[in-house]
C-alpha cells in the first residue's frame, strides 16, 4: 500500500531555534500534500496543503513565515517551524491522498517539544 | 466552513456492539470518512461512504444519510485494541483537504 514516511519521529529544540520536518511518499507520487497538527486530546487541524512546484495553501490563521512549507518534488514536501516556541509544541503530521475511496496515507507524525 | 460534531468519549465492555455518530455541516459535501487513531500513532482509514447507506468491512461498519447530515461508526465484537481515538472527516471536493471531527474517545473495558 501507499506509504508516507516521516522524519523525525520526535524532536526537542530550544526555543528561538528552527526545526525541518521531512514527508516521503515512498511508493507514488504526491502532487499535494496535506500538514496537520494535533494538541494532546484534540482533533487534527489542517495547517496547509503543499503543492508540488508551487506555492502552499495555508489555512485561516496559520503564519505562513512561522510554518515554511517545501514541496520540490513529487516525493518529499518539508514543514520547517522556524523560531520555534514553547506554544508551538504538538504533534505535527502529513498526509496524502491515495484514491477516492482508499482514504488518505498519513506520515507517523513528528512530536515537537520546545523548550 | 465545515464543522462536524462527534461525542468526546464512549464507554463500552469488551465483545459489545458501538455505534459513534457525527453529524456535519459543510459548504459542500463529498463523502465521510472514517479513521482510528491510537495515542501517539498516525489515523489509520476505516471506512468511507460517498452514498446514503451501510458499508461494511469486517467488524467495522459505517453508515450515511446526506438528508440528516450524519453518519456513524458501528464497530461490533468489540476488543481491547479498539480503545483508541475515532474520527470522522469530509474532503473538500477539489482542494481534496480532509477536514476531521472532533474525534470520539473510545474505552472498552474487560
Known amino acids: 500500500g501507499a506509504v508516507v514516511s516521516q522524519h523525525p519521529s520526535w524532536v526537542i529544540c530550544k526555543s528561538g531555534t528552527s526545526v525541518k520536518i521531512e514527508c516521503r511518499s515512498l511508493?507514488?507520487?504526491?502532487?499535494?500534500m496535506f500538514w496537520y497538527r494535533q494538541f494532546p486530546k484534540q482533533s487534527l487541524m489542517l495547517m496547509a496543503t503543499?503543492?508540488?512546484?508551487?506555492?502552499?495553501?495555508?489555512e485561516q490563521g496559520v503564519e505562513k513565515d512561522k510554518f515554511l512549507i517545501n514541496h520540490a518534488s513529487l516525493t518529499l514536501s518539508t514543514l520547517t517551524v522556524t523560531s520555534a516556541h514553547p506554544e508551538d509544541s504538538s504533534f505535527y503530521i502529513c498526509?496524502?491522498?491515495?484514491?477516492?475511496?482508499?482514504?488518505?496515507?498519513f506520515g507517523s507524525g513528528t512530536r515537537l517539544t520546545v523548550v | 466552513g465545515q464543522s462536524l460534531e462527534q461525542p468526546s468519549e464512549v464507554t463500552a465492555v469488551e465483545g459489545a456492539i458501538v455505534q459513534i455518530n457525527c453529524t456535519y455541516q459543510?459548504?459542500?459535501?463529498?463523502?465521510l470518512s472514517w479513521y482510528q487513531q491510537h495515542d501517539g500513532g498516525a489515523p489509520t482509514f476505516l471506512s468511507y461512504?460517498?452514498?446514503?447507506g451501510l458499508e461494511e468491512t469486517g467488524r467495522f461498519s459505517s453508515f450515511l444519510s446526506r438528508s440528516d447530515s450524519y453518519g456513524y461508526l458501528l464497530l461490533q465484537e468489540l476488543q481491547m485494541k479498539d480503545s483508541a481515538s475515532y474520527f470522522c472527516?469530509?474532503?473538500?471536493?477539489?482542494?481534496?483537504?480532509?477536514?476531521f471531527g472532533t474525534g470520539t474517545l473510545l474505552a472498552v473495558q474487560p
Open positions: 498526509s496524502a491522498r491515495v484514491g477516492p475511496s482508499s482514504g488518505y496515507t
Open positions: 511508493d507514488f507520487q504526491a502532487t499535494t
Open positions: 503543499s503543492n508540488e512546484g508551487s506555492k502552499a495553501t495555508y
Open positions: 459543510t459548504s459542500g459535501f463529498y463523502g
Open positions: 461512504n460517498a452514498l446514503d
Open positions: 472527516a469530509t474532503n473538500g471536493g477539489a482542494t481534496n483537504k480532509l477536514i
